[in-house]
């Protein structure tokens, strides 16, 4: 049991509760009779907020989990069965839904090498060599993730870019934003820009992440892609019967930016963990910090010592590389003692 | 919005609420750091709740809603690629799910037509001509609700026969039980009497509809196909991260029988609701009225008439019969004013 | 061995060998290199006849087997993952195709009981109930056989009515046309007649059935369908590398309407059979004989003692049912001395 | 036409014809009726000659075509549905085969960057650290190819370790054998030696480019794998319905060691064409020569020059990589004309 043995978790955002405003929403929906399947009032508030957020045209569909977030959203955007999808072969959709990608959706994943999580025009164009040749998958979607998997963020601009390449060559942009709040927070930009403006066709729009107990969004940017969305979700197994009390954590998130607030915190925390191990001889910090995660090499030995009480994932055992991650409730004062205690144990370790 | 145009939602007991005590176990287990993924203590609570009502070998697997409760079910019961599910016409897999049966697992369902929704061993017994013929599928598991779709229930004694004769024919046997509570407290049995004592395989338990506000389980009932279904939940996209939040729910539900009382309420509501309208020139109860629903046919004219006032769905429109649903808070004086409504309405159009 | 037990086999259509000029045809590619996927000239000239035989629309792609035509057909007809087929209880893609459609192509099929394996306009509309509802599954595609499963043809009106009402509804309709030439040989009529002309849209057209050694076609009928034909073909394993061999028996077939020649003589063989048990006692023939098949009901005794002797298919055991099948190589003499056994053996049997 | 333009084809070894007693095989089977879907003699006679060659317990499926074959020895093989495959990044079955393993199979693919095509057993035991990681895919099946799509041969003892390597860790393994004549032919070996000895499951076999018209086989050398198999070939969409036309050509392959000659003389053809070109300066034989196909980096210039003149494949265009390949029947003359032209062309493009 996490609480007794360790004093705090590092090791992902989703090991945080719920944010209090989130239990009160989900509490106040819970007013008698409503419509199931989201034909109630608290849905339709979340679709209103949803597109102040991301633009009139946002069509909103909530769902259940991140990797439900991400299947729906691909299997909205694909047609044609011999289609591929181009990603970063760190991407969540790649590496972390257990082949959910091959067999819910029966699709091949193109997986692309990248220094640091980001995909860039170039790897798209390098991998459109095998157009026209029928023995070939032909891409159809581009999937980047915004927090990437290793913690860096995608600026705008970058955004942008990528969906021009997609769009220039008839393909499609989705985005993975199980962190899209922190990186908006990071970047200090509005949902809006990193997507809608951006171009981004379809994005998954994360929840638990930030502050939910459970429940994430779809959200569609292309019109044309409206229609299917409400059958793949319920044929995707992502359909909430008694949908208000998803739809009102997320509107409780979406209330005075509580979502910015929560991200702003969480990132505070990492930068926090970050500078203060920042210098230490024998750790190195993997990737750019940019988000509420540090990847760090660590000597071998500090590894298992500091996993006896705090619990953090390795992510490279042969690279003896570390993540940590901080939550929207993360507290100063614990973050202090953890760089304390890496400190002590880095040093013994090294050298 | 169902609020503020209609008195009281007849439609399904999925437009009911949560139970107060399912939102006080979410709130309650909103204490800071817990690991994901269901190594928390809330879900290792569930887990022995469960031991102690479906018996030692009951392995549980929380899922996030019906659909997915079934599919996740169904695919770790199912082995080879061409093997098959027998099931009533009827079925909520055949009818409600969008094809996720198809689409997910890539099964074909052999569907047996039923007067009451109940399947029979001889309906078993007469699917299994194709035995060892390469060009047809083969029939692997027989897939039952308990209440059935059309509000019927199965006796623990019928339930038994079913898995003899799948035992005995080599298939196993799946039991959507997304209303099994009330089944139990229509037959005034254990949820164990009808399942782990009747031979069950692997079971879809209902949280939703007895008053969680999102929730389900699955129970597998055989220790040799424990091992996949955490593979499996995740790329059926039925993990949640922060599972305490559901665990929880469906612990609230388990504790002092609170599931018993809830479904015995809507059961009687339901008898209110039948027993009110029994006998009434023009309207005919069309299946045993065994749980919280009761399917009627009504003169043309009342359908609408009722509709505009009330929700609820037409189950068959070419015969006129609608599904009337009651939930865990229906208050009866509620059911009395439906009560008299229907009888005028079907005076007024019968005749 | 078939050879040395049996006289004749009157089990299928696909009992018989290879016309000789089939052979020939094969025989005649072997001249060296040629481009390999269908980039030679035989699938050139295929190409070209086909046209001449189903119109200038017409795209052809070569293939491999009854069931890959059909999986290829419908899979270029599809496209929303949610979308359903409409066909006959007895269609081949429901029966005897070892849930291709469902593991395949992920589809729900939506099955429609008929009394002589025949669609009407009727079965068609009476399964849009559920357009627009998410939780069902939309129907994309109508399917027919022609010639049917229990060996009866649509006339070319009936199969454009099933055309008009399948696009007034916005569907496509395919004919699995295993045995087309069969029903064209039936009907009197064109391959055209029963296909272009009446609106079909996609269709498998049989080779085997008709005196090939091995090889079918899809022929596509709608523009906007075509190109994603070579792509899906590759994908389900439909690509003959040397696909000359496979192109040259079909051309054989188109040669001098060899096709026509084929199905009339199989056609007269099943007539002169059928007509030799008319009137039998104890001996009913089930489904007009319209092909190149006849069903009839048999005493029980009489089927082990026809089947020691002669290879066909007992179609329905509960019934006593029986399927003979010619071919176009069947010998009059071989058909009236199985006649003289059948009377024989039906007279003993029978009272 | 090739016949027309080009003098030779290099392209494929699927360019060429079919060895005229693989036609004759074809013309012998065509004696009248036999029983359909392999219970034929022909078929049998095969069933013997591949247990002579490939041991006893050797069962044989004759398949279509070589992704057919492939498709139905990976579900052969696959059991649970978040099983994965691990294969060479260049594996045939993960770039040549439109996704049929994602859309068929389901099936995600883990590929291994290789220098020369070969995977090593340290590939295999690198890819298992996610096992029993819910979130990942859990591999299942090794497959390589023999010949790799590079041209080189695994030695007997090298798939020996793989097959050891697999088998320590709960692993099968597949063989691609497409071309796996041409590798016993270079080695020297049998065909059992680099299969059932070496400890191979299941192994596709190569007929169309040993110079089969279309034919090739699925052997399962696995007694616990063999009963699925008819049910998965014709799900696969690789049963022919005539199969003795199918069975008659690989027979005629496996009579006095056609097969072998076969490849032998392709592999001579190649080794004389790499002899001829070898030490020419501006061009570099990329791959070891162990088959029948020779990769080669040529000077820009060159290549659309040859093109004009022969059919061949341009490997990869970034690096001027081509592929040559020879067949059963490439004649010396025609490799040396090919010769001289290659090194007049190379000489006019290289510096």
Redesign the interface.
Known sequence: ???EV?S??F??D?????H?AV?EA??A?????????GD??WTGALDERMRAEFGENAATLVV?????AN?LSL?IM?????E?IICPETAHIA??????????L???LVTVPTPDGKLTPSDITARL?GRGN?????PRVVSISEVTELGTCYTPEEIAALAATAHDNGLLLHVDGARLANAAAFLGCSLRALTTDAGVDVLSFGG??NGA??GEAVVVLRPDLVE?G?????????????MR??SAQLSALLTDDLWRRNAEHANAMTRRLADGVAGLPGLDVTWAVESNAVFAALPAGAIPELQSRY?FHVWD?SRGIVRWMTAF?TAPEDVDIFIADIRQSVKRHSG
Chains 1, 2, 3, 4 share one sequence.
């Not at 694909?78 to 011999?82: A, F, K, N, S, V």
């Open positions: 049991m996490i609480e360790y705090k978790s090791a992902s989703n090991h945080a509760g719920a209090p239990i989900m509490s929906a819970n007013t008698g009779d409503a419509p199931a399947y109630d009032r259940l989990n991140g990797t439900g299947m299997s694909l047609g044609r069965r011999y591929a590496t972390h839904e257990t082949g959910a990608s091959e067999r819910v029966g699709v091949k060599g029928i023995s070939e998958v032909q638990s992440k107990a459970l299917a409400p059958y793949l979700r319920r044929q995707t197994l992502q359909l909430a019967s008694k009390f998803v619990l055992a409730d």
